[in-house]
Structures are given as C-alpha cells and as structure tokens.
C-alpha cells in the first residue's frame, strides 16, 4: 500500500525514515518533534525530501526524477487544525473535492453532519469542523487518507464522542495513516503501529504486539503501556459487559455493543495486579490464570512483567521489590488480578 | 444640474474614462505584481518592490518627463509605436499611461496586504483535495482577496481621477484629447473671470471622490461578509 524510504533535514532536525506498511490503519505515534507531520507531508507531497522514494498503491509519487505535486497524488489530508474554506458552505466544503455529481449524503449522514450542510464553517463548533473536514477528505475517495492528529485540538469529552465516527471511516475501506502522540486514538482505531522518535521509525507491526512489548512499554511511558485485547460482548449486567478475549472472560464498564459487537479494550499495565496463589475475597472482578513470560526492569523502581493469559498477553507494571519478593521469573504460574474501572471509557472502541 | 461650460463636461467625461480605462487597464499587472512581491521568493524582488514603487516618491513632473522620453517619437518606445499610429504622446491614451502609472503603486499595494493576509494552509488544503493551482487561486486565493481587490481599485480610480503633474508633463493639456478635469481647473485658473465654472469644476471633481469612497466603503463590508461567511 504504502512503500517509502525518504531523508529530509533542515536545520538541526533530520528525518529518516523507511516504511513498508499494508491496508487498514497504521498508526505513526511517537512525541512531539518527531517527525511525524514532517513524515505524512511528505507523502501527501506537501513537502520535498532531500531524497528517496515514495510509493503508494504501487505508483511512484517521490522518487528520482520523480515528484508528483499534491494535488496529482490523490491522498486525502485531514489536517489539525480544520481548514475549512470559510467562504463555502459546509456543502461546498464538502463537495470541494469530490468528484462531479457525487452527493454529499451519504458522508454527511456518516458524520452526523446533515444538518449543518447550509451553515458556513465560521458557525461550526470545534467538533462538527473536525467531522466536516474527515467528510470533505473522504468524499475526494483517496487512495490513502492521513489523518494528522485530527483530535488534538479537541477536549477530552469531544475527542471520545469524534472516535467512534473514525471508527466508521475506518471500516469504510480506504487506507488510513494515522499521525497521533495519543495512545488511546491508536489503540482504539489502528491495526499497525509505526513508532517515531527523533526522525527515526523505531518499530512498526500489529498493534497489539508493540503496545504489549514491555522494552518498548518503557519507553512509551509507563502509564501508556498496556495490553490491547479484542473481544465480543456477549452480555450486559449490573452496568458492566462481559466480554470474551484472548485473555478469558472479562466484565468492563463501559461497552455498549449488543452481544455480538466486536470491541477492542485496552488494559493499562498499571491497572493489573500480580499474585503468587489465587487471591480469595477480593473485590476485584477480573482474575485470570497467566504465566510470566518476561520481566523487563527500567529505570526507577518499576518493572514490566509480561504475562500469558488463555491464547493472549497482558502487561503488569509492579515494583521491582515485589518482582523479587514474589520470585517472579519465566514461566512462573500467577494470577492476573484486573480492576473493572482499570478500564477507561476511552479504551473501549468498536 | 450644475450650469457648466461645455469644455467642462467634455474634461469631466475625458477624465472618467481615462481613469477607467487606467485602472482596468493596469489591475491584471498589479494582480501579478502584487503575488510577486506577497508569495515571490527570488532574487530582485526587493528592486521590483522599489520600481514599483517610485511614481509614489518621485516627484510627478519627473514622471512625466521620464515618459515623455520614453514615448516621444525620438524615445525608445515612442520609435516603435508612432510609426504604427500607436503613439501615444499627446493624445489621451498617453493620459491612460500617466494615470495608470501614477495609480500602480496604490492598487499594488492594497492587493498585496490582502494576499499576505490569506492562510496559505487554506491553500494547501485544497491542494490535498485535488485542486491544481489554478483552481486554487480562482475558488480560494481570488475569493480571499476580493475586498482588498475592491480596495485597490477605488484608491486607484481616485489617484488616477486626479492625476495632474505627469498628466500634463507628459500629454500637455489639449482640449478634448488630453485635458483631464485636473488640467482643466488649471486652465480656468489662467483665465481671470472664470471663478464659476471653476468652482464647478471643483465641485464635480470632490463629489467624484467622494462618490467612490461612499461606493467603496459600502461594498467592502459586504464583499467581506460574503467571504467570511456571516
């Protein structure tokens, strides 16, 4: 889908970065000043690298002698801030792309826009600009959509009510690279993780695998870290569902799919406990059979320990002091004790 | 009606469309020139800016003097055209030149504030929508600027209006060819006893002034609404 190895430097700051990635939604997360909006202007043709090439659904767009403008590439670019063209209508904004004859309708009735197609963007709040500018991208049917942290100027509560709209677009086919420094956008809507740092791509490959990853949790951040499991709801009770994953059976606030619904949930490390022998009257709802496969010590005085549970993995960060007092090592049967409110509204997705 | 001589009206009517003519005639080059020097990044653009400039600051008979070089049949341009019956010293389409000259750095001006002020992330947006640059400047750019554009070309309607020192350097002041109103309220200065038609005259030409500034500010609201979407 997406084939690139490009170098471009100005100043003190130098990106370098190669890439091979497939359908579906790659996620390129890393801090600020990484290069990640640097990496997607490049593909969208927005900026020139010094050299390399770049390939998406296999035609050449960068290369040497090669160097396609924007607007002959056909990649979508929802942008940060919402650019909306503040003398068209949200109809004309829409429709500003797209080609002759295609109706906004459908896109519109997606993103719950309908009703504003008559309004100019100028009345539009944060929200619904954010919603119109995915529809005005997606109604120009690209063959790549990059989506550059569209959330990022939006409050928490906006950005939890916007995601599951991405999550449509997603599942509306068209391939996505999606530039975010929030796990739980990735978590929730990627299926590839690329990881940035300074100019460089560190790690790419399934989602899961990397957030689980305790060498690379460390670096995320320990409050980032966690398992990202998916499952099906197969009931609701007491305001709680319960939802079978890799990992077993487990009862979350929070979902609200009928049973059936495919969800993705998120365990942060930091909300998993570990215990030697089966824990008896304790109020915690979710308590698995696992295995330590890996403790990884960082800095500090915490430790990652990766755990195998049923067919999946789940991440626990404890101290270092429990690490040794409850001898944990390899292959060293436990139990994974998870709190029902260690799962957050924003880690639930469809 | 204000009771006027004939050669009063004729000055009226002769100004009219010169400035007209001057204004639309020099508005596709200050477009160009005003993009040259808002978005240009080359070599020289700080002496285009200075050129472009220099009616402003140069003394208007100096102007028309430097005109008057140019297009005189002897001059450089003035060799090339007279001898094609495209000359224009002298007659009122070298009136066009002064006033449009004299006018070129106001409208350049005006137009280059407004591109400056457009969001170039607007226009990269439509960019990444598939609009060449073209389309871009038509359905993005040209909307933007519309007020500065109306902005232009009322200070440079007026500028030309008035026009009167390279005007007369370089066309004199013939009656019914090159005689503005300008030029004609000096004549009747000359002339002792013609206080009333030249009280006319100057009557006419503050009310055309005004008339624009009335016009423009009327319009330039509304332009700006349409654009910003209220």
């Given at each position: 889908m997406l084939d690139l190895a490009i170098r471009r430097g100005t100043g003190d700051f130098t990106l370098s970065a190669s890439l091979t990635v497939g359908s579906g939604v790659t996620a390129v997360f890393g801090?600020?000043?990484?290069?990640k909006t640097t990496l997607a202007r490049c593909i969208a043709g927005l900026a020139r690298p010094d050299a390399g090439h770049i390939t998406v659904d296999g035609e050449q767009v960068f290369g040497p002698g090669v160097d396609l403008p924007a607007y002959r590439r056909d990649i979508g670019y929802v942008f940060q801030d919402a650019r909306?063209?503040?003398?068209?209508?949200v109809r004309a904004n829409l429709l500003y792309?797209?080609?002759?004859?295609?109706?906004?309708d459908a896109v519109a009735e997606m993103l719950d826009i309908a009703p504003l197609?008559?309004?100019?963007?100028?009345?539009?709040?944060g929200g619904e600009a954010a919603r119109v500018a995915i529809g005005r991208a997606l109604l120009r049917a690209p063959r790549l959509l990059i989506l550059?942290?569209?959330?990022?100027?939006?409050?928490q509560r906006l950005r939890g009510q916007i995601l599951p709209y991405l999550e449509r677009v997603r599942d509306g086919g068209i391939p996505i690279l999606y530039i975010s420094h929030a796990i739980e956008e990735v978590a929730r809507l990627a299926t590839t993780l690329v990881l940035m740092k300074a100019g460089q791509v560190t790690h790419v490959g399934p989602v899961g695998d990397i957030l689980s990853d305790p060498e690379i949790a460390t670096r995320l951040g320990p409050s980032q870290a966690g398992a990202l499991l998916e499952g099906v709801v197969i009931g609701h009770g007491d305001g709680l569902a319960a939802v079978d994953t890799q990992v077993g059976r487990l009862h979350v606030a929070g979902v609200e799919g009928a049973e059936g619904t495919r969800v993705r949930i998120r365990v942060r490390a930091e909300d998993v406990i570990v215990a030697t022998e089966a824990p008896?009257?304790?109020?915690?709802l979710n308590i698995l059979p696992a295995r330590v496969v890996a403790v990884h010590r960082g800095q500090g005085p915490g430790a990652m320990v990766r755990l195998a549970a049923g067919d999946g993995s789940l991440l626990a960060r404890i101290t270092q002091r429990s690490v040794a007092r409850l001898d944990l090592t390899p292959d060293r049967p436990v139990w994974a004790i998870i709190k029902t409110s260690g799962v957050g509204r924003i880690d639930v997705g469809g | 009606m204000i009771d006027l001589p004939p050669e009063a009206w004729e000055a009226l009517s002769l100004s009219l469309r010169v400035s007209v003519v001057a204004t639309l005639v020099s508005l596709p080059l200050a477009l160009w020139v005003a993009h040259l020097l808002a978005r240009g990044r080359f070599r020289g653009r700080g002496l285009l800016d200075a050129v472009v400039h220099l009616p402003l600051v140069l003394p208007p008979v100096v102007t028309g003097y430097a005109l008057l070089l140019l297009f005189s049949r002897g001059g450089p341009l003035g060799a090339v055209l007279e001898p094609l019956g495209l000359?224009?010293?002298?007659r009122w389409t070298g009136a066009v030149i002064a006033a449009a000259i004299m006018a070129f750095p106001l409208v350049v001006r005006a137009i280059r504030l407004a591109i400056e002020a457009v969001d170039p992330k607007l226009e990269e947006a439509a960019a990444t929508l598939g609009a060449s640059p073209l389309r871009i400047w038509r359905t993005v750019t040209l909307p933007m600027i519309a007020p500065g554009i109306l902005a232009g070309v009322t200070i440079g309607f007026a500028k030309a209006f008035g026009e009167f020192g390279a005007t007369i350097t370089f066309v004199?002041?013939?009656?019914?060819?090159?005689?503005t109103l300008p030029s004609a309220i000096y004549a009747f200065l000359q002339?002792?006893?013609?206080e009333a038609p030249l009280r006319g005259l100057v009557g006419v030409a503050v009310a055309v002034a005004i008339l624009a500034v009335l016009v423009s500010n009327w319009l330039a609201p509304r332009v700006a609404a349409r654009i910003a979407g209220r």
């Open positions: 801090p600020s000043g990484a290069g909306l063209f503040p003398h068209l209508t792309g797209a080609a002759a004859g295609v109706s906004p197609l008559s309004r100019r963007p100028s009345g539009l709040s550059d942290e569209p959330l990022a100027a939006l409050d008896q009257g304790l109020s915690a | 000359g224009v010293a002298f004199a002041s013939i009656p019914g060819e090159t005689r002339v002792p006893g013609a």
